[in-house]
């Protein structure tokens, strides 16, 4: 059985407290089913914003996209996802991964190992997690039991081997880290990545095709111009210098024409990859609205 769409629009933009509640309120009208929060600096803090979310809407769950794990201490983290679950109602999602913008390490004072070192920091938090929130006597208890959901985030082996072991989402970042900056993979990276999540959870007792395969999409654009559109993405994409529009439309991540074109592609990656679980970001967050109301029903 086909599992059906769920869609998360990341609020990116910081706002005042008005403008905070006024944005939750619209995603929920607007029929979105998760409001995310990211952990970059810059942005707003990701657990009172959640619980400020919480407090205004009814429906939306609420989750994280996704944390730094080199942010956090395990320990603290711990209370801090148990204290806003318990806040939400149970509402709370948890979405972790390895961290990847060194600039915002050096602004903290924090270290920023390699990547091997950050994917040994992401296992460490996430054992640690969930052997705390799992124990019956941590307090303060989340209120979903025996934790919160947890999405691991990341395409790389070992970052996949973890979402494996003990993620209930998987989101795909669907992108890699150049000089440049980060660039999208393409469709076919993409099969190989999802293909060797696949192989790592294969041989789990509880099959891949039980989880949750979240994709973020970098660009949603409503447009009976998508050439154009796209034209309009690369010259703001220095990064994307040697890409072209037609190639830039190919893109997974990237979604740009009528709702009905948008929708038929998130339907065909449901089919090819699995995904079931689209977030925007918050950019798009009204001219998207129609993609979620054309594909409701699917």
């Known amino acids: 059985m086909t599992r059906p769409f769920r869609f998360s629009v990341n609020m990116t933009i910081p706002t005042d407290g008005a403008g905070w509640r006024d944005k939750c309120r619209r995603a929920e009208e607007l ?3 998760v409001i995310q929060v990211p952990d970059h600096l810059g942005m707003m803090a990701p657990f ?6 919480a407090a205004v809407t009814r429906r939306p769950r609420l989750g994280t996209f996704v944390l730094n794990a080199g942010f956090w201490n395990p320990a603290l983290l711990a209370r801090e996802i148990a204290t806003t679950d318990a806040l939400t109602g149970g509402r709370l999602e948890i979405g972790l991964g390895a961290g990847y913008v060194k600039e915002e390490h050096d602004r903290a004072g924090l270290d920023f190992p390699g990547p ?12 640690e997690l969930i052997r705390l929130l ?12 025996p934790r919160p959901p947890l999405m691991i985030g990341g395409d790389g082996d ?15 970042s669907a992108g890699r880290d150049t000089e440049r900056g980060m660039v999208p993979i393409d469709a076919d990276q993409l099969d190989e990545r999802v293909a060797a999540y696949r192989k790592l959870a294969g041989s789990l007792a509880d099959p891949a095709g039980e989880r949750e395969l979240n994709l973020l999409l970098q660009v949603a654009t409503v447009t009976d ?9 690369l ?3 220095p990064a994307l210098a040697d890409v072209s529009p037609a190639q830039l439309l190919a893109y997974p991540q990237i979604v740009i024409g009528t709702v009905r074109e948008i929708a038929d592609k998130l339907r065909t990656q449901r089919e090819r990859y699995g995904f079931t679980y689209v977030s925007v970001l918050d ?4 001219a998207f609205a129609p993609v979620i109301e054309e594909l409701r029903e699917d």
């Open 134 to 145: 799992e124990d019956d006597e941590h307090r303060p208890a989340p209120a979903q039991r």
């Open 116 to 127: 091997g070192g950050r994917v040994d920091r992401l296992r460490h938090t996430v054992g």
């Open 31 to 33: 029929g979105y089913d």
């Open 283 to 286: 950019d798009a967050l009204e």
């Open 48 to 53: 009172p914003a959640l619980v400020a979310a």
């Open 158 to 172: 070992r970052v996949l081997k973890l979402a494996a072991d003990h993620a209930d989402i998987v989101a795909f």
């Open 235 to 237: 010259a703001r994409a």
């Open 225 to 233: 111009d998508p050439l154009g559109a796209a034209e309009a993405v």
